[in-house]
T-cell receptor, first 111, second 117 residues
């Protein structure tokens, strides 16, 4: 079992719709969770982080964390074609610095 | 801006050769990471440094891979006797120490694309 698992997709949504990206993790010691966006041919860049159970909103993005279910999600509201990219879920342990990435979910937003 | 710098951006080598990839992190970042990313996959953890020491090298695939960070800044990833399966993009990232007020966000370089023929 991989430490961080994501559906590789692709996930295709129409412009203006809500895109929902999901991630599960196996290590209960994981405390911080990150969503990175990676455009084709580019390096990952952070878009959200979360470490408390519940929701965290930043603009059109909402991250959700459920530690009991070991589940993290990212919602993108009013999806735009420019949101088309691979979204990487990552986890990190408290007291450590090792950050583990999932395989990523490819998102396509159709104009 | 002074982001993470990686050299070379592209490296083509022959099977069996030795390769060095260099990473210059953001100034003041104490943590430095190496990842390997193959097409269609997420970054695969190789090693991270806290200062000069390798705090976790559990991701290095075998003893052909080695990394150093002698002065706590620039790091070099060294691959001996390269194999075709080593072909990938090698990403370096740096971060501040994760502590109160710091998220531990990773800042990535543009990567070094290694092709082993």
């Amino acid at each position: 079992q991989k430490e961080v698992e994501q559906n590789s997709g692709p996930l295709s949504v129409p412009e203006g719709a809500i895109a929902s990206l999901n991630c599960t993790y196996s290590d209960r010691g994981s405390q911080s969770f990150f969503w990175y966006r990676q455009y084709s041919g580019k390096s990952p860049e952070l878009i959200m982080f979360i470490y408390s159970n519940g929701d965290k909103e930043d603009g059109r993005f909402t991250a959700q964390l459920n530690k009991a279910s070991q589940y993290v999600s990212l919602l993108i509201r009013d999806s735009q074609p420019s949101d088309s990219a691979t979204y990487l879920c990552a986890s990190r342990n408290t007291g450590g610095f090792k950050t583990i990435f999932g395989a990523g979910t490819r998102l396509f937003v159709k104009a | 801006g002074a982001g993470v710098s990686q050299t070379p951006s592209n490296k083509v080598t022959e099977k069996g050769k030795y390769v060095e990839l260099r990473c210059d992190p953001i100034s003041g970042h104490t943590a430095l990471y190496w990842y390997r990313q193959s097409l269609g996959q997420g970054p695969e953890f190789l090693i991270y440094f806290q200062g000069t020491g390798a705090a976790d090298d559990s991701g290095l695939p075998n003893d052909r891979f080695f990394a150093v960070r002698p002065e706590g800044s620039v790091s070099t990833l060294k691959i001996q006797r390269t194999e075709r399966g080593d072909s990938a993009v090698y990403l370096c990232a740096s971060s501040l120490t994760a502590s109160e007020g710091n998220t531990g966000e990773l800042f990535f370089g543009e990567g070094s694309r290694l092709t082993v023929l």
